[in-house]
C-alpha cells in the first residue's frame, strides 16, 4: 500500500522550479552561514508564486463624502461590513452584537489598547552567536534550529489572528507587515524576526514617523535591505530607495540625487542580528561596536529634499515627515488595504489632513476612515478579494476554531499553497494582492482548506469539526429556514443576497424538504447544515468582504 504523501512533499513534485536565492548575503552573518543557509532553502519548495495582473481594478461609483456615518445607516449589514474589513472573520455573535450597539461603541472597542501577547518562547532574547567558533556541523545544526523557530513565530502569529478578540490589532499588524515586507528567509534571526513583528504590534496604531524608525533602524530591516553594508566608500542606494519610494514618499515625490544623499546618511549603521550600534529610543550610538559607525558613516554635508547639512539616518526620517507627500502616500495604501484598490483622491486627501494635523497618528486617521460615510458605500460590499489568512485564519475564527490544536505544519502548508506566507512576503512592495489571490492552484486550494476545516478531514485528519448547528444556533431566528439562510449569507458572504441565491441557498439546506418543515433539532438537520456550510464554502461570494 502506497504511504501517504504530506502536502510539503507534494509542493515539491508539483513545483520542479527551484526558489529564488538572488536576495542572499553571501557573506552574512559569516560565508560559512550563509552557505548553509543557501543550501537549506534550497532544499524547500518556494512559495506558490502569485500571478500579477498589469489591468486596472474597474472603476466603481462610490459616494465622494467626507462626512460621518448617519447613526440611522448603522445595521447589521454595516456592522458586517466593518468587522468583515477590521478582523480576519467575524461571527454572527459580533455582528449582532455591533449593530445592537453604536458605531462610536464599536470603533472604540476595535480600535482600543490591547495587552500585548507574550513571545512565543523565551529565545527571543538570546544573543547572537559567536559563528566563528562554531564547527561547520554546529552551525548548520543551528541553522535548522532558526528556520523552526521562524515556524514557531509564523503559527504564534497566525494563532493572534484567529483570537476571538474584537480588536483590528492582528490586522493592523499585518498590514504593515505587508507595507514594511521583510523576508525572514534573509533575515535569518528568528530573534530579528519576532522583534520586527512585535513593534508592528505595539506601534500599529501609533505614531507613524515612530513606526518608520524603528522598523529603519531594527536589526531585521537592517539584514533585509543590506544597511549592514552601507559604508562611506560604498553607500546602499538601494536602502534609501527602498526607505522613499515604498514605506514613506512613494514613487515621483523624490530625486535620484535625493536617493544619493539619503544613500550617505544612512552609513555606518550594524547589526549582529539582536544588537544593532544604534538605538532609536535614544537616537544615539548604542553597544560595542559603535566605533564601526565612527569609522564608516559619512559625516560630510548632505543635500536631501532641499535641505543641506551634516545628515544621519535620523536626519532623513525627519526631513521625510515634513512633505505633505507621506501623509498622502500612506493614507493612500491604508485606503487599498481597506476600501478598494482605486482611490477616492479626494477622501485621501482628507485621510491625509487628519494624519498631519494629529502628528501622524495612526488610530486618529483610522477612526476617521471606519466611521465615514464612505467607507459603508453599498457598492464597496465585497469589493475586495479575501486574502489567504482571511481564509484560514478566518475560518477558523468564524467557526470556533482557535482553541483546536492542528496537525503540525496545518496552518503554514495552507498559506504556502495559497502563496501568503506571514514572515516570508514575496519581494520588498509586498503581497500584489487583488486578483492575484486567483489563480488555478489557489482557487481550488481555498475551498479544500474550508472544507476541511468544515468537516475535519480530506486533506488532513483533524480529529475535530465544525459544529455547524452550535454556529447555526448563534443566528436570530435557527428554526425560519429563510431567516437562518439571510443570516448565515450575512456571515459568510461579502456581497449582499439576492433572491436567485437565497433560493439556491435554500435548496441546499432543505434538500427536498419543505420550508415549514425545517427544524434545527430535527432529525438529520444537522447533515443538512453541514450541506449547507460546504455549499455556501464552494461559492464565489465566499471569497469576497
Known amino acids: 500500500m502506497a504511504g501517504k504523501i504530506s502536502r510539503r512533499d507534494l509542493l515539491k513534485g508539483q513545483f520542479v522550479k527551484k526558489r529564488s536565492l538572488k536576495h542572499l548575503n553571501p557573506k552574512w552573518p559569516t560565508e560559512q552561514v550563509a552557505k548553509s543557509i543557501k543550501q537549506k532553502l534550497s532544499d524547500t519548495p518556494p512559495i506558490t508564486k502569485l500571478t500579477e495582473y498589469s489591468d486596472s481594478p474597474s472603476e466603481l461609483n462610490i459616494i465622494s463624502s467626507n462626512k460621518r456615518l448617519r447613526a440611522v445607516d ?11 474589513r477590521t478582523l480576519f472573520a467575524p461571527t454572527f455573535t459580533e455582528i449582532q452584537s455591533a449593530a445592537n450597539s453604536t458605531l462610536e461603541e464599536t470603533i472604540d472597542q476595535l480600535l482600543s489598547d490591547q495587552t500585548l501577547p507574550g513571545p512565543p518562547e523565551d529565545w527571543v532574547n538570546e544573543a547572537a552567536p559567536d559563528w566563528d567558533n562554531l564547527s561547520e556541523q554546529d552551525i548548520n545544526n ?20 484567529s483570537a476571538p478578540v474584537l480588536s483590528i490589532r492582528e490586522t493592523m499588524t499585518l498590514f504593515w507587515h505587508d507595507h514594511f515586507a521583510t523576508g525572514s528567509s534573509k533575515v535569518f534571526f528568528p530573534q530579528a524576526v519576532y522583534g520586527q ?30 544597511i549592514i553594508d552601507s559604508t562611506k566608500d560604498a553607500p546602499n542606494e538601494n536602502f534609501a530607495r527602498e526607505v522613499l519610494e515604498l514605506f514613506t514618499l512613494g514613487v515621483d515625490n523624490y530625486t535620484q540625487n535625493d536617493i544619493v544623499e539619503g544613500a550617505r546618511a544612512f552609513t555606518g549603521y ?9 538605538d532609536y529610543n535614544l537616537g544615539a550610538g548604542n553597544s560595542n561596536f559603535w566605533n564601526y559607525y565612527n569609522d564608516n558613516h559619512d559625516f560630510t554635508e548632505k543635500t536631501f529634499l532641499g535641505q543641506t547639512g551634516n545628515w544621519n539616518g535620523d536626519d532623513i526620517i525627519n526631513i521625510i515627515f515634513e512633505q505633505s507627500a507621506t501623509a498622502k502616500f500612506i493614507c493612500t495604501k491604508l485606503y487599498q488595504w481597506f476600501l478598494y484598490e482605486n482611490v477616492d483622491d479626494s477622501f485621501v486627501d482628507g485621510m491625509a489632513d487628519v494624519l498631519r494635523n494629529s502628528n501622524y497618528n495612526i488610530k486618529t486617521v483610522m477612526e476617521y476612515l471606519l466611521t465615514s460615510e464612505h467607507f459603508y458605500d453599498p457598492v464597496l460590499r465585497g469589493a475586495i478579494i479575501k486574502n489567504p489568512l482571511n481564509i484560514v485564519q478566518g475560518g477558523i475564527r468564524q467557526f470556533g476554531l482557535h482553541d483546536k490544536v492542528f496537525p503540525d505544519d496545518f496552518l503554514i502548508d495552507w498559506q504556502w499553497f495559497m502563496g501568503m506566507m506571514p514572515l516570508d512576503p514575496p519581494d520588498v512592495s509586498g503581497w500584489p494582492g487583488y486578483r492575484s489571490w486567483l489563480n488555478s492552484i489557489t482557487f481550488p486550494i481555498r475551498k479544500i482548506a474550508l472544507i476541511n476545516l468544515l468537516d475535519g478531514d480530506g486533506w488532513e485528519d483533524l480529529g475535530f469539526m465544525t459544529d455547524v448547528k452550535k454556529i447555526a444556533q448563534s443566528t436570530t431566528a435557527p428554526n425560519d429556514a429563510e431567516i437562518l439562510v439571510k443570516d448565515l449569507a450575512l456571515l459568510m458572504f461579502g456581497t449582499p443576497l439576492t433572491e436567485t441565491l437565497k433560493s439556491n441557498l435554500l435548496t441546499a439546506l432543505l434538500d427536498g424538504m ?5 427544524n434545527i433539532n430535527a432529525v438529520g438537520a444537522e447533515d443538512r447544515l453541514r450541506n449547507l456550510f460546504r455549499y455556501m464554502a464552494r461559492l464565489p461570494e465566499y471569497q469576497l468582504i
Open 74 to 84: 448603522w445595521n447589521e449589514e454595516t456592522a458586517a461590513h466593518l468587522l468583515r
Open 142 to 161: 543551528l541553522v535548522d534550529l532558526y528556520f523552526s523557530r521562524i515556524d514557531v513565530t509564523r503559527e504564534w502569529w497566525m494563532n493572534l489572528m
Open 197 to 226: 513583528n512585535n513593534i508592528l504590534r505595539e506601534n500599529c496604531l501609533g505614531n507613524f514617523k515612530t513606526m518608520v524608525r524603528k522598523t529603519t533602524f531594527d536589526p531585521a530591516m537592517m539584514i533585509w535591505l543590506d
Open 270 to 278: 550594524l547589526t549582529d542580528g539582536v544588537e544593532t550600534n544604534y
Open 514 to 518: 419543505s420550508i415549514s418543515e425545517w
